[in-house]
């Protein structure tokens, strides 16, 4: 199985291979927090995500700190339950930094349309190191708020949509792994069940 040092595929939701090792465009005037990514096997990472409700400058500075921390792990989605927020919100970036005009911010995301199949491996931030073909819809079209509560539609095609459909799985408490076939998911919880023996999960 390609782990994330073999695969030559760029098309991981939230580690492409080509990913290169940017900051953040831009630098507020407060320190960014650096939030470590949370591994499967935490529980938060299967439970849904309450609605955020309070759209304040703490929220922002959250926004802009999870884009920080996405930036660090060269990842381009990153949901609030993967740093320990059980929050309906994530930050996408499929350019991983390279167009500041790319950075999107979902907070209570739906997705209102959804349509067209295709196939493609994709990896997840809290799941290093292990990968997997998912069927996602082509494209996508997600009714959110951003960071100031502002509601707004936005549609994504290919893997763009991909990351919607993945980061808003988050929301839901349902990981890529849960769209695998039986036989691939438990190869890979075994794998996990071993490194974690060893201490290295
Ligand atoms: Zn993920």
Not at 109 to 120: D, S, T
Request: net charge positive; with cysteine.
């Amino acid at each position: 199985m390609p782990d994330k040092s073999t695969s030559s595929k760029a098309s991981a939701v939230e580690r492409p291979q080509d990913a290169p090792t940017v900051a953040a465009p831009e630098k507020p005037a407060t320190p960014l927090k650096i939030y470590p990514i949370v591994k499967y096997g935490d529980p938060i990472l299967e439970k849904p995500g309450a609605p955020v409700k309070k759209f304040d400058a703490a929220l922002e500075k959250l926004v802009e700190d999870m884009f920080a921390s996405m930036y660090a792990a060269q990842g381009v989605g990153l949901a609030a339950p993967q740093i320990g927020l059980g929050l309906r919100l994530t930050v996408i970036d499929v350019t991983a930094g390279k167009n500041p005009e790319a950075k999107i911010v979902l907070a209570n995301p739906e997705i209102i349309h959804a349509e067209g199949e295709v196939r493609e491996e994709e990896g997840c931030l809290s799941i290093p190191g292990f990968r997997g073909y998912v069927v996602r819809p082509q494209f996508v079209t997600v009714k959110a708020q951003n960071a100031k509560g502002e509601s707004f539609e936005i549609r994504g095609e290919n893997l763009l949509a991909r990351a919607f459909c993945h980061e808003i799985d988050h929301l839901n408490g349902i990981l890529f792994i849960q769209h695998l076939g039986m036989l691939k998911r438990d190869l890979i919880k075994r794998k996990i069940k071993k490194l974690k023996k060893q201490g290295e999960w």
